[in-house]
């Protein structure tokens, strides 16, 4: 079992996860499994995997890289027991444990993570086989029962990864973990709960506490005993036994009162549902979350490719080869009929449908210009590449390179008439040039001085005569 805990650069706990093995691609893109959300982060930025119950992490050729320990990593690393992985402004604690909670009847492998300095004994490991101390329920669903604190890191909360597992609508999944520093002081810290951790009815972020300090997850209350402190306990482990007798004492005059079928009709009523029926309602909410999860990742995927097609299709089109972003657009419907059962919401099919009628109105408009360039219908060219370039359009490279070589063609046939003296012809040719560009300053000063040019030359032919 492998716990990740990810750390901001405020050093806020900014995401928890536990897993067995497996591979997570880590980056910006919220297509990965993991998601860090920075501008120094790649959008692929790494892979974390593991293998032979070993932990590996590989820099996906990322731009600010990966550091281990502080020695940026070129190849796969393994990853050693309390490692420091950086990835952008984010800090990881990778860690592995075996260990289970012992008293606790549905106890799950302890999450080796913690802030204590390093001692002689593994971090997270049991120190001998000692208790540091015990944690006993207070309120209603939990009286009476007790929580051996074994490990120097135990984490609490309503998942089954949790070494102590507190099952309550109160409790998050993971809720608190609580640590043992070197010299036996037990420390508690919420790990960004929805319903908080108090100590004695004080919400805390991270505090200590000792024998008799009320600790409370959401709105179940414990009380904590720790050896050394006599041999009276804070409060009678047994008490809840004791209860449940006379409550059983009292349903067994009932049953024999009321007979068998009462007991069928109110049995759910009396004791609520059995830990084996919390169980199966928990163990179907994870898998529950666990596909709901799946379906988000792949729909993220499948958006991203619809993009890709979308993008390549533009590219295409802008450089003239129409025919292959045809292509592309094409085999974007057949992605997008393949990824139908994710887009219930009509979602996908709408962000490529628009970005098809965008790409293909575009398309439209180009050819409508080029076709008006040919006829030489100069004024309507211009108006129609007015439009093409207040849209910013896919094909607004191609429109302008098409405007701005007709706009020198018409110029240069100008200029040669010009210098054969045909200043009519010339004329006329400006005149052109200026409807399809009335801003071209240049071409403007070549028509008046071709005006200017032909008015000389009327006046020298009125003279000989």
């Known amino acids: 079992m492998f716990t990740i805990i990810i750390e901001d650069k405020d050093g806020a706990i900014a995401g928890e996860h536990t897993f067995e093995a497996g591979e997570f691609i880590i980056g910006r893109s919220h297509s990965n499994d993991i998601v860090l959300p920075a501008d120094n982060v790649s959008r692929r930025h790494a892979r974390l995997y593991t293998q032979d119950e ?4 590989e820099d996906m050729n990322s731009s600010n890289g990966v550091l281990v320990d502080g020695n940026r990593i070129n190849r796969v690393y393994e990853i050693v027991k309390s490692a420091q992985i950086k990835i952008g402004d984010f800090h990881i604690h990778i860690e592995s444990s075996g260990t289970k909670q012992q008293a606790a009847p549905e106890a799950a492998p302890n999450a080796v993570y913690s802030d204590i300095k390093e001692s002689p004994v593994p971090v997270g490991a049991n120190r001998g086989g000692s208790i540091f101390g015990r944690l006993i329920g207070v309120s209603a669903e939990m009286e009476g029962r007790p929580f051996d604190l074994v ?26 973990k609580i640590l043992v520093n070197r010299d036996g002081e037990l420390c508690v810290e919420d790990v960004g709960s929805s319903n908080g951790t108090y100590i004695n009815d004080e919400r805390i972020k991270k505090s200590s506490f000792s024998h008799g300090d009320h600790v409370r997850f959401g709105n179940i209350d414990f009380i904590c005993e720790m050896p050394g402190y006599g041999d009276a306990p804070v409060v009678e482990v047994a008490s809840g036994a004791r209860k449940g007798l006379i409550f059983l004492i009292a349903f067994m005059v009932l049953l024999l009162v009321g007979g068998v079928t009462s007991l069928y009709v109110f049995n759910d009523q009396i004791f609520g549902p059995s830990q084996m029926e919390l169980d199966q309602i928990q163990a179907e909410k994870d898998k529950q979350e666990k596909k709901a999860n799946e379906k988000t990742r792949q729909f993220k995927l499948a958006k991203q490719n ?5 993008d390549n299709a533009r590219t295409m089109a802008g450089q003239g080869d129409w025919d292959a972003a045809k292509k592309k657009l094409l085999a974007g419907n057949g992605e997008l009929k393949k990824v139908s059962d994710l887009d219930t919401g009509g979602e996908l099919r709408a962000l490529f449908e628009t970005g098809e009628s965008k790409l293909r109105k575009s398309q439209v408009e180009f050819v409508k210009f080029t076709e008006l360039l040919d006829k030489k219908e100069y004024e309507n060219a211009a108006t129609a590449y007015g439009k093409i370039k207040e849209a910013k359009g896919t094909l607004l490279g191609m429109a ?9 063609e018409i110029v ?8 054969a003296k045909k200043f009519e012809q010339c004329l006329e040719l400006y005149t052109q040039a200026l409807k399809l560009d009335s801003t071209d300053k240049e071409v403007a000063k070549k028509k008046a001085h071709t005006r200017l040019n032909m008015n000389k030359g009327k006046g020298k032919g009125k003279g000989r005569r």
């Open 54 to 57: 070993k932990c590996f992490i």
């Open 306 to 310: 619809i993009e890709d097609f979308l």
């Open 412 to 419: 240069a046939a100008g200029d040669a008439l010009c210098t």
């Open 400 to 408: 302008t390179k098409a405007f701005e070589a007709k706009k020198m």
């Open 151 to 176: 490990n120097e890191v135990m984490l609490v909360g309503r998942g089954k990864d949790c070494s102590i597992t507190i099952i309550d609508a109160s409790v998050s999944r993971i809720h608190a």
